[in-house]
């Protein structure tokens, strides 16, 4: 049962965490701070990063939680967390982002594209928004992000495109991820944190959530690929980087290999960081195959999300006592908009901590934590990694959040019809 009496250690974190995301729609601020004081330029850099928000503030609450109950107390709290998930991103993102796989992944996406009457760039743009989100359901949704975010950046944000077009791209891509992963039971983190708990096995998922979810996916990337055809038609987009010269099979397939390994032990840290760390070995070796790995975007990517679950941890008091209070439809409609201020995966987490739940609270918890996962940078584990590769093209290198959640309106409205059909 809920404390109905927070402890002030929670209220705190409570008030650091609404800082914290407060804070993410300000970094535009500080990146403007930086270019007016030369002398704290850097300590402005730093705070105009989205992806040091949450952990700057996380590292706040554990110097409060050690002068307020002590060193130790602060050092039991962190050992109490589970960091699986930002340690398995940064094995995931790098790995995916590889050039033997983005190589792959360029062959397959151009492949399908041919066989779509469209011109190539429309194709290839469809194509990106379409397959490779739901590609997430088998790869996971980190490595789909990364994939998707990365083909993307050379098919459409290198090239001269609107900011419109940027960012409707990458609000479709944020929202077709996080719903794209749900055919199967563990590329999902909303789902993975309540699947063995609930009993959603494959078949479950696929004739449950996956062709609701296909249907979103499929007329989200329809409707934007339409919207700008236009502009599209007169892209002519350059081959692929990864494509410069010969790619071995051998090397290719090994790098499949690692990354299958690391989705297969995804829930083992020592497993999936060892297999890490091998890869790193043979990209050595094979160095001449190999592009720059992205480990300090990945490594950044992997510090938002541990100060996430850091400030995540105390959040429980106020959350468990929204959800506890709504129907079924409230529910779900309660779960998306929640997801956009909160990770979606906390949210199903602390469902799954009410028992004695009905079936139409559990669909509602999950179909509405990942119907809003595209709304904000927050929202969904893999979004800091599409944010991390594509903010660069933005104009000031920064994504907007109040352009973001615009963007993902309309996407995020397609999921909510998509999920209501036939509704349990």
């Known amino acids: 049962m809920t404390n109905l009496q927070p402890s002030t250690l929670e209220i705190i974190a409570a008030a650091l965490f609404a800082i914290a995301i407060i804070h993410t729609f300000s970094t535009k601020f500080f990146a403007r701070l930086a270019h007016l004081d030369s002398a704290h330029s850097g300590t402005w850099h730093l705070l ?10 996380a590292f706040i609450l554990c110097i409060f939680i050690g002068v307020h109950e002590g060193v130790g107390a602060g050092v039991k709290y962190l050992d109490s967390r589970n960091f699986t998930e930002p340690l398995f991103v940064f094995a995931i993102m790098v790995i995916a982002a590889s050039r033997p796989i983005l190589h792959l992944a360029g062959l397959a996406v151009r492949a399908i594209a041919t066989m779509i009457p469209l011109r190539r760039s429309v194709a290839t743009y469809f194509v990106s928004l379409s397959m490779v989100p739901l590609l997430g359901s088998f790869i996971t949704e980190p490595a789909a992000m990364t994939l998707g975010a990365l083909l993307l950046r050379e098919a459409i944000f290198k090239l001269r495109v609107s900011e419109k077009l940027k960012y409707a791209t990458i609000g479709a891509l944020f929202v077709n991820v996080s719903i794209g992963g749900v055919l199967t039971p563990y590329a999902a983190p909303p789902v993975l944190m309540v699947a063995r708990k609930w009993g959603f096995d494959f078949h479950f998922m696929i004739t449950t959530f996956g062709w609701r979810a296909a249907i979103a996916v499929f007329t989200t990337a329809a409707v934007i690929t339409f919207l700008f055809r236009e502009e599209l038609r007169e892209l002519s987009p350059p081959s692929p980087r990864t494509d410069r010269g010969e790619m071995p099979v051998l090397v290719m397939a090994m790098h499949l290999l690692f990354l299958a390994g690391v989705v297969v032990f995804s829930h083992h840290p020592a497993v999936f960081l060892g297999l890490f760390l091998f890869f790193l070995g043979f990209t050595e070796a094979y160095k001449r195959y190999q592009d720059r790995l992205i480990l300090r975007e990945g490594l950044l990517v992997a510090f938002f999300l541990a100060g996430l679950v850091t400030l995540g941890g105390y959040q429980r008091w106020w959350l468990e006592a929204v ?18 201020i909160t990770d979606n995966a906390a949210l199903t987490y602390l469902g799954s901590l009410v028992e004695g739940v009905s079936d139409q609270f559990k ?49 995020t409205l397609i999921a909510i019809l998509a999920f209501q059909i036939g509704a349990p």
Request: proline share 6%; charged share 10%; net charge negative.
């Open 48 to 57: 105009a990063e989205v992806e040091v928000v949450f952990g700057f503030w």
């Open 323 to 340: 959800l506890l209070q709504l129907s079924p439809t409230a529910l779900y409609y309660g779960a998306t908009a929640l997801t956009a």
């Open 363 to 411: 669909y509602a918890m999950v179909a509405g934590a990942v119907t809003g996962g595209g709304l904000t940078v927050i929202a969904n584990a893999p979004n800091p990694a599409g944010f991390s590769i594509l903010k660069g093209h933005f104009r000031d290198e920064s994504i907007s959040p109040i352009g973001l959640i615009t963007a993902a309106a309309l996407p």
